[in-house]
């Protein structure tokens, strides 16, 4: 079982659509967890962490986070063209130091105009 | 903002080469990492930092060495460099518990 799954997608949304990310990880005491964007040939950005349970807004974008159910999920409202990327979800190793991470193959999303 | 560069974004090297990937941070963080990524297989961890002349093994360190001799620095070495090291290389810092990466350097290798 990997650390951290998601659906590699591809994901498609017509533009103004809510777009809707998910992920799951395997280890239980995990406590913090983070959505990266990922634009072709460029590195990943962070758009938004989570640690808590529940729902955390920013602009477009929540991040959902349910430690009993170990998933966290990301959603776009009013998705645009520009959103069209790979979603990576990172999820920190609790066992290690230094804010160590273990990523999911990410989610690519296409937002159709 | 926090800021790291990296040295090149593109590289072309020969079999056998040394090669040397240069990683730097202007925000005073004391964890660094160097991830490869590959299609499919997305981002695996090779080495990270978590202090100065400190160095921890990641995944998957074969073939691969590090230095940091500075707080800003973190350096990647491949000591003689494989088609199989063909990749996507990424640096990234941390404060606290989020990681800010780099652009990233493609390495080719022939």
């Known amino acids: 079982q990997k650390e951290v799954e998601q659906n590699s997608g591809p994901l498609s949304v017509p533009e103004g659509a809510i777009a809707s990310l998910n992920c799951t990880y395997s280890?239980?005491?995990?406590?913090?967890f983070f959505w990266y964007r990922q634009y072709s040939g460029k590195s990943p950005e962070l758009i938004m962490s989570?640690?808590?349970?529940g729902d955390k807004e920013d602009g477009r974008f929540t991040a959902q986070l349910n430690k009993a159910s170990q998933y966290v999920s990301l959603l776009i409202r009013d998705s645009q063209p520009s959103d069209s990327a790979t979603y990576l979800c990172?999820?920190?190793?609790?066992?290690?130091?230094?804010?160590?991470?273990?990523f999911g193959t990410g989610t690519r999303l296409t937002v159709i105009p | 903002d926090v800021k790291v560069t990296q040295s090149s974004r593109y590289l072309v090297k020969r079999t056998g080469e040394k090669v040397f990937l240069e990683c730097v941070q202007d925000m005073d963080h004391e964890n660094m990492f160097w991830y490869r990524q590959d299609p499919g297989l997305g981002l695996r961890l090779i080495y990270f930092?978590?202090?100065?002349?400190?160095?921890e093994k990641g995944d998957i360190p074969e073939g691969y060495s590090v230095s940091r001799e500075k707080k800003e620095r973190f350096s990647l070495i491949l000591e003689s460099a494989s088609t199989n090291q063909t990749s996507m290389y990424l640096c990234?810092?941390?404060?606290?518990?989020?990681?800010?990466f780099g652009p990233g350097t493609r390495l080719t290798v022939l």
């Open positions: 990234a810092s941390s404060l606290n518990r989020e990681q800010f």
């Open positions: 990172a999820v920190k190793r609790e066992q290690t130091g230094a804010n160590n991470l273990f």
């Open positions: 930092s978590y202090d100065v002349k400190m160095k």
């Open positions: 280890d239980r005491v995990s406590q913090s």
């Open positions: 989570i640690y808590s349970n």
